[in-house]
């Protein structure tokens, strides 16, 4: 039996017993964990420090080498993650809604566990932790399966979680880590219908792709972000400049970054200089239309394919556009329907693109960077959804959850 098979049964079995632990265990497990990841933070940062070596040595890329890298203060977050998620309510058992039928019947809707998820992804370290903690919360048993370059890191924050969530009487087996980072056992995860019940993939554009196409077991597709700014006619220049700078260059290597900027005719003479020029003094490399390079010369001319990339760098594709339709029209057929912006004084335009644009989070005169389940109030986040089934944007416990339907009756039988 290989070890993908062996932990996928293991975690279904417990997943039968951890669908009915009470609130006051899997709170106190939560508390346990957070403190667990703090005072073994050294052993975590040794164990990412051979990882990030690995990394710069294999030649990855700046933004790559930044979503590997831990230090204390992630290692804190990630802690304060599974506090936030130890407070929030507990959705298991909760009634939806209740009604009774001409017959007499009382049918409810009562929230559930979904069973066991498996969760691929990679050179995140802080999945691991998000992964766990509302998995565990919502009372689901996960499978990790992280990328071979986190191996270390995903490994010892897996085990040190592990332990304290068993110490505080979560089922045995509950929580599983996939050693084998090899394509073929990622593949075997992928088909395990029976025994995994939700796949989810976080991480970049191709491995996305690869488990919608592979997987026969259902997948909810997460996390390629194309996202957009679009700076109106209409607008506060130095707000603009603010959230266009914050989306870009706060955490470049995240989906919630934005990707493309796209400006106003009516205000790119005046605009663009300004926003260009703090762009560069950030390290960005511009990328433009050809008006845009008409204004600000000193820009890389942009291609067809630079308006459907998710660069995940210090990168911007700009382009100006002829009022709010054409830059919905642009956002819509570029897009990956993850997050998008409008910077406008405009009520009605303001609507009008809130209305309009196809994206999970649609934003008015705020950074996309916001599209976070921490941010939300989730405490942290399985994924951020893009597609329409099942849930959509950040997912936090309630998505984690399904619906069972509750049936009362006194002898009714049907005629």
């Given amino acids: 039996m290989s070890e993908v098979v062996k932990k996928a049964k293991e975690a279904k079995a417990a997943s039968f017993d951890l669908m009915t632990v009470p609130a006051s265990v899997k709170n106190r497990a939560l508390a346990d964990m957070a403190e667990?990841?703090?005072?073994?933070?050294?052993?975590?940062?040794?164990?990412?420090?051979?990882?990030?070596?690995?990394?710069?040595?294999?030649?990855?890329?700046?933004?790559?080498?930044?979503?590997l890298t831990?230090?204390?203060?992630?290692?804190?977050?990630?802690?304060?993650?599974?506090?936030a998620v130890e407070s929030l309510p507990d959705p298991i058992g909760e009634t939806i809604t209740m009604w009774r039928r001409p017959n007499g019947l009382e049918i409810g809707q009562r929230r559930v566990p979904i069973g066991v998820i498996g969760i691929i992804y990679e050179a995140r370290p802080n999945v691991t932790a998000d992964a766990i903690a509302l998995c565990l919360k919502s009372g689901n048993a996960v499978i990790l399966r992280g990328g071979s370059e986190a191996v270390r890191s995903n490994k010892a924050i897996s085990d040190i979680l592990a332990e304290a969530a068993y110490n505080a009487g979560i089922p045995q087996g509950s929580i599983q880590f996939m050693e084998d980072v090899s394509r073929e056992a990622a593949m075997e995860l992928m088909r395990l219908n029976g025994l995994i019940d939700i796949l989810i993939p976080r991480g970049g554009a191709g491995l996305i792709k690869t488990v919608m196409e592979q997987a026969s077991v259902p997948v909810i597709e997460t996390g390629v972000g194309n996202c957009h700014i679009?700076?109106?006619?209409?607008?506060?220049?130095?707000?603009?400049?603010?959230?266009?700078?914050?989306?870009?260059?706060?955490?470049?290597?995240?989906?919630?970054?934005?990707?493309?900027?796209?400006?106003?005719?009516?205000?790119?003479?005046e605009f663009l200089p300004l926003v260009i020029a703090e762009l560069k003094k950030k390290g960005v490399s511009v990328r433009g239309?050809?008006?845009?390079?008409?204004?600000?010369?000193?820009c890389i001319p942009a291609t067809e394919e630079d308006w459907y990339t998710e660069y995940l760098d210090l990168i911007i594709a700009v382009k100006v556009v002829h009022g709010l339709e054409q830059a919905i029209s642009h956002i819509n057929h570029y897009?990956?329907?993850?997050?998008?912006?409008?910077?406008?004084?405009n009520y009605f335009k303001a609507r009008s693109f809130q209305e309009k644009i196809d994206a999970a989070a649609v934003y008015v005169n705020a950074s996309t960077r916001f599209t976070d389940g921490f941010e939300f109030g989730f405490g942290a986040e399985i994924g951020i959804s893009t597609q329409k089934m099942h849930a959509r944007g950040p997912m936090g416990l309630k998505e984690l959850t399904t619906i069972k339907y509750v049936i009362f009756g006194n002898g009714q039988v049907r005629g």
């Fill in 335 to 345: 897009g990956t329907k993850h997050s998008e912006a409008i910077i406008t004084t």
């Fill in 289 to 298: 239309c050809p008006e845009t390079l008409a204004i600000v010369p000193n």
């Fill in 70 to 83: 831990l230090n204390e203060k992630r290692i804190k977050d990630m802690a304060e993650g599974m506090k």
């Fill in 36 to 67: 667990a990841l703090c005072s073994n933070t050294e052993r975590i940062l040794h164990e990412n420090g051979i990882d990030v070596a690995n990394a710069m040595n294999s030649g990855k890329t700046g933004a790559f080498i930044d979503r």
């Fill in 230 to 269: 679009y700076v109106d006619g209409e607008c506060d220049q130095v707000m603009a400049i603010d959230i266009v700078i914050n989306a870009k260059t706060q955490r470049p290597g995240v989906c919630n970054a934005a990707e493309t900027l796209l400006v106003d005719k009516a205000l790119a003479h």
